[in-house]
């Protein structure tokens, strides 16, 4: 079997249609997404939510902003307001796709205002099929909401046939269940999304700190609506490239993970990790992660979760996962200790046999039915993912003798190979056209959205943007890590407007 997406057939000419309409497309979204009169300033009814000085609204938006008229849907919104005397309208965009703008911005609030000096009002808001906002369900079984299912860990010698089937019911219970609400959730419409709320705030331009996917959001924002914007902080950038958007993105992870390893091999071989150790050197600590993954695969070892056997790619699926931050390291290297002493059959001669390893949460309990849909939803509407299993499956072959940390997850099949809807429209072009008032800062060593795919942004943004690149490891910069040097600089781009003159490398 090669070609999978026989439920909607390509043919050249059209790719290249889509191809050539990118720049029409772009030049003519700002007057569709005002196809319908925007919310009256003040139209918000905010009540108190969240921290003490939070509140929370509703707005509400067109389904399907060519049908201004039409069906509706609602999104959750929320902010704090400025403490003394105001400067503007600070917006904090959310990553994922599928992340919560409201739980970040009452996460994050109280940091920011402080390092802003409590001259915004800080809002945000969950993007469509987002926590409070209007959501939708694929109506998938619990197997296929798991972490280590919706991303595609191959199986035992990176075979993929299990991922295809899964890939293809996948997107045929997304068709079947999610409608048009699903159909709504793009990059697109949240920019629109995101300018409706700016119109509801009754400001002219926004201020904005985003994170992770919220940077390419933001990016969109900017190319379209230049004039609505005031100073942009990009945190954790990926590469803009609009034939790819997405799947650049997931293929990307595996030099991300290739870049972060070396930070949790060093804590894991330092002798103050006492019971945590794994190793005596920092150079043993792969071949022996990598070693008990291929040995999971080999014979995966039951878990305390009924039904759900750890493997080889659940393990490396928890690497990735705590890649994302330090405080993560302890209980990954936990799993690998319990793992190690599962598939070895127990300790010393007359010892107990071990017994089911516990799995960190993540790993244990599936995503919900929202989630989910949001999580897979954005990604294959946003762009068109190649469809054949054949070639599929030879990426993953090569993807897993280049990057083994990640097994060809990175490049493996998904639900978007067998997508049932065309993509409404092409992506946008990120350009250096527009004002020159974005900040964009990155960890030299991100597993997600590494250096390599945010130098691509830089590239794209060009005279627009200064890069701040910070000497730290984990996903997500300012407020994150702890470099004083990296979040002074954001912190007074964002008071004073005042970027470095030229791109800063903070140790």
Not at 119 to 133: A, E, H, I
Not at 142 to 153: M, N
Request: with cysteine; aromatic share 4%; charged share 20%.
């Amino acid at each position: 079997m090669t070609q999978t997406r026989t439920a909607r057939p390509r043919t050249r000419r059209r790719a290249l249609a889509l191809t050539l309409a990118t720049a029409a497309t772009a030049l003519a979204l700002p007057a569709v997404a005002h196809a319908s009169p925007p919310p009256a300033a003040g139209s918000l009814g905010w009540t108190p939510c969240g921290t003490a000085r939070q509140e929370c609204a509703t707005l509400t938006v067109p389904l399907d902003y060519a049908r201004p008229n039409g069906p509706s849907v609602r999104l959750a919104v929320s902010r704090i307001r400025a403490e003394g005397r105001r400067s503007g309208t600070l917006a904090v965009i959310p990553g994922g796709p599928g992340s919560s703008g409201v739980q970040r911005l009452t996460s994050k609030g109280p940091a920011l205002m402080a390092a802003t000096g409590g001259r915004y009002d800080l809002v945000s808001f969950d993007p469509r099929g987002v926590g409070g906002s209007t959501t939708a369900e694929c109506a998938l079984p619990e197997a296929d909401r798991r972490l280590a299912t919706v991303r595609s860990w191959p199986g035992a010698g990176g075979d993929i046939a299990e991922n295809a089937a899964r890939s293809r019911r996948t997107a045929e219970a997304c068709a079947g269940n999610g409608g048009a609400t699903l159909a709504s959730f793009t990059t697109a419409n949240e920019v629109r999304d995101l300018d409706r709320f700016r119109a509801a705030l009754g400001t002219e331009k926004l201020s904005v700190w985003a994170t992770s996917y919220g940077t390419y959001v933001t990016a969109v924002y900017a190319q379209l609506h230049p004039e609505r914007t005031a100073r942009l902080v990009l945190d954790s950038n990926g590469d803009p490239d609009p034939a790819r958007v997405e799947r650049g993105w997931l293929a990307n992870m595996a030099r991300g993970a290739d870049d972060r390893f070396p930070d949790f091999a060093a804590w894991a071989a330092d002798p103050a990790r006492g019971a945590e150790r794994l190793a005596e050197r920092p150079a043993q600590v792969r071949p022996r992660v990598l070693a008990l993954a291929r040995e999971l695969d080999a014979r995966p070892r039951p878990t305390t979760t009924p039904g759900l056997p750890l493997t080889g790619g659940m393990l490396l699926q928890a690497l990735q996962t705590a890649l994302y931050d330090d405080a993560a390291f302890p209980e990954f290297a936990r799993l690998v200790l319990a793992a190690d002493e599962a598939v070895r059959g127990g300790a010393a001669a007359g010892g107990t046999a071990p017994g089911p390893v516990v799995l960190p949460p993540a790993l244990a309990q599936p995503m919900s039915q929202q989630d989910a849909a949001v999580t897979i939803g954005v990604i294959c509407n946003d762009v068109e993912w190649p469809g054949s299993v054949a070639a599929h499956a030879r990426a993953v072959a090569k993807d897993r003798v280049r990057h083994p940390l990640t097994g060809g997850m990175p490049v493996n099949i998904t639900p978007c190979s067998y997508w049932k809807t065309e993509p409404a429209e092409p992506p946008t072009r990120i350009t250096d056209e527009g004002p020159a008032n974005i900040l964009m800062v990155q960890n030299l060593r991100d597993p997600a959205t590494p250096y390599s795919g945010a130098l691509r942004m830089r590239a794209a943004l060009g005279r627009k943007a200064r890069l701040v690149s910070v000497d730290s490891g984990g996903h997500g910069s300012y407020l994150g890590t702890g470099n004083a040097c990296g979040d002074a600089l954001v912190s007074r781009f964002l008071v004073t407007g005042e970027r470095p003159a030229r791109d800063v490398r903070c140790p």
